[in-house]
């Protein structure tokens, strides 16, 4: 147990893996598996709320993940457009704000359209933002926020890059969770997970329950976050929330 518990996470950043497994075991086709991330998804929303975290962030379709069978790909587009009709009001009327991150331009008019109607239904919502990346990649993340810059021929620092990067409405997050059993970021956050502390959780995303939010924050409270300091220099809390405005 570190001697300077951590203050509870802000900003909780999750890669939902395991959903092709679930179903996989239970002979389910793979969308099977997603749909019931989905589940999974407004239920840790529902937790997270509860435990007062104030910003979620999912990894929910990669750069590369246009790579997998088509009929996955095409389902996967359709089960967003579908669970945003159902859940947006549902996760608005709790106060939840939602944002999505990643390249659009790949994007069919339909899912365009359906981003654009979840952010802007929620965009008055205060309590809990929620970023979903998709078509995200931490690589494009970063390449972009560096073109940005470029086009507007403005110097490239960390402050610069980091005030151009996709998430720089939100302070960099404090727990950083994978469930599935991978050890691997897979290129998610790669910039602003410079100091999160890392929970690697063997559960299946379908199975990430209440109990396995409240363990993963419970190893982060015991771990003293020390930014480079020393462990006397720490003393006192810090985190990434204090490091970036909101
Ligand atoms: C990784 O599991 C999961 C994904 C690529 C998709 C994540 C999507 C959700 C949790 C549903 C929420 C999405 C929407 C549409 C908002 P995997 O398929 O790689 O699982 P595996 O490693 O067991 O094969």
């Known amino acids: 147990m570190a001697a300077h518990p951590s203050p509870a996470p802000h900003h909780v950043a999750i890669v939902m893996d395991g959903n092709g497994r679930w179903a996989t075991k239970r002979l389910l086709p793979r969308i099977a598996g997603h749909k019931q991330g989905v589940d999974s998804l407004t ?14 962030t999912v990894f929910a379709f990669s750069s590369e993940n246009w790579n997998r069978p088509p009929e996955e790909v ?3 587009m359709e089960l967003l457009v579908v669970a945003l009709a159902k859940e947006v009001p549902r996760l608005s009327a709790q106060g939840i704000r939602i944002h999505f991150i990643g390249d659009r331009q790949r994007f069919s008019d339909k899912v365009r359209t359906a981003l654009v109607v979840a ?11 929620l970023n979903v990346c998709f078509n ?7 390449a972009q926020a560096a073109q940005k810059l470029a086009s507007r021929g403005e110097p490239i620092t960390e402050l610069s890059l980091d005030r151009a990067m996709a998430l720089a409405h939100v302070p960099d997050p404090d727990l950083l969770i994978r469930t599935g059993g991978e050890l691997r970021i897979s290129n998610f956050l790669l910039w602003q997970a ?6 690697f959780s ?6 990430f329950d209440e109990a396995a939010l409240d363990e993963a924050i419970s190893v982060f409270h015991a771990r003293e976050r020390r ?7 720490v ?12």
Do not use: M
């Open 43 to 56: 239920r840790c929303v529902r937790a997270c709320l509860q435990r007062g975290i104030g910003v979620l």
């Open 74 to 76: 095409s389902g996967l």
């Open 119 to 129: 952010e802007q239904g929620t965009s008055a919502n205060q309590r809990l933002i």
């Open 136 to 142: 995200y990649g931490g690589r494009w993340d970063i």
């Open 194 to 199: 410079a100091y999160s502390e890392l929970h």
């Open 202 to 207: 063997a559960k299946l995303w379908p199975e």
């Open 227 to 233: 930014f480079g300091q020393t462990s006397a220099q």
């Open 235 to 246: 003393g006192g809390h810090s985190s990434s929330h204090d490091k970036k405005a909101v």
